[in-house]
């Protein structure tokens, strides 16, 4: 099994922590208090880690505030203890698009991903299905014309399903792809393994899948647990460990390619954490943050992406 490093420079803290990424919070923050407000609203209990089963009474809290999680003892995935339906969660998510300026460097590096895996793996990926992903990320579909060629995207684009995804599952049978690219639904929808069941029936044998997911084993979720800036709770329903996600790949029947913790934040989320005035001293990582520049940020990201320690996680899977 591959697990590849992807790090060319490390981003501008202000994408993560600016204005506009904590209005983005606030507006997921109020569409979750109102579900939670609103007794129309049906929510399904989960009394199991959404990952690898393990009881939830075999879980620690996570985070108390607005909505429960728990940390799975088993696998240490993180996920919310009771989630809305699917249907509730699509119609929200469609209500907030917003329009980000600068995604080219995202874009760029998912083109890549499936480049540098389709040579890795030796096998062509001509025809390839990104699933939602395009209908919050405007601008994908025109990257993928302008950076892409020799290959044949479509595009499924967002819309309310149901629970079992039996919509989505007849689209993706329709479209045939070889591969099929989730970089955003993971961790947002009600049920992943509901998900990844209706993507794997939906398409054949040898089919390769790209999954994407925010990664509880990063060092920011280590650290800063639930006051990380990237654990925005309606876009955060299931945060994945690796070991998490590799048994439910593995108990869903799907055969793991590749693994990798491609994320780019956390030297910098922490490096802004503990430069900040306020916080409590932990030992070795506040001097070793407060003292860093920009090489020392970089060789520590890097360094979390070989141990697949950093906030964001990437798993090619074979149907
Ligand atoms: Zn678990």
């Known amino acids: ?147 892409s060629h020799n290959r044949d995207w479509s595009f499924l684009a967002l819309t309310p399903d149901s629970d079992d995804f039996i919509a989505l599952q007849a689209e993706i049978a329709v479209a045939a792809p070889k591969a099929v690219l989730l970089p ?41 647990g639930a006051d990380s800036p990237s654990f925005v709770p309606l876009d955060r329903l299931t945060v994945f460990s690796i070991q998490g996600f590799e048994t439910l790949a593995k108990n869903l029947g799907f055969k793991t390619l590749e693994v990798s913790t491609p994320g780019r934040r956390d030297a910098v989320i922490l490096e802004r954490y503990f430069k900040s005035a306020e916080n409590s001293d932990i030992p070795f990582w506040s001097s070793f943050f407060r003292e860093a520049d920009k090489n020392r940020l970089r060789d520590l990201q890097i360094l979390l992406q070989r141990s697949l320690k950093s906030g964001v996680l990437r798993f090619v899977l074979e149907t």
């Open 1 to 147: 099994m591959q697990t590849p490093v992807f790090l060319d420079h490390l981003p501008d803290i202000d994408t993560v922590t600016g204005q506009k990424p904590a209005q983005y919070r606030l507006m997921r923050n109020k569409a979750l208090l109102d579900l939670m407000l609103d007794d129309q609203i049906s929510w399904q209990t989960r009394s199991t880690c959404p990952a690898c089963g393990e009881p939830l009474a075999k879980s620690r809290s996570f985070s108390q505030s607005m909505l429960e999680f728990q940390r799975c003892s088993g696998c240490n995935t993180i996920y919310a203890t009771r989630v809305p339906d699917q249907a509730t969660l699509d119609r929200v998510r469609l209500g907030q698009v917003v329009e980000e300026s600068d995604r080219e460097f995202e874009f760029t590096s998912l083109l890549n991903w499936v480049s540098l895996t389709e040579a890795r793996l030796e096998r062509r990926l001509d025809k390839v299905l990104d699933v939602r992903f395009a209908t919050q990320a405007l601008g994908f579909v025109e990257a993928t014309k302008r950076l």
């Open 184 to 224: 955003t639904e993971l961790d947002r929808v009600a049920d992943p393994a509901a998900l990844l069941r209706a993507v794997k029936a939906a398409v054949s044998p040898g089919t390769v899948i790209f999954a994407a997911s925010s990664c509880a084993d990063g060092l920011e979720y280590e650290i800063l």
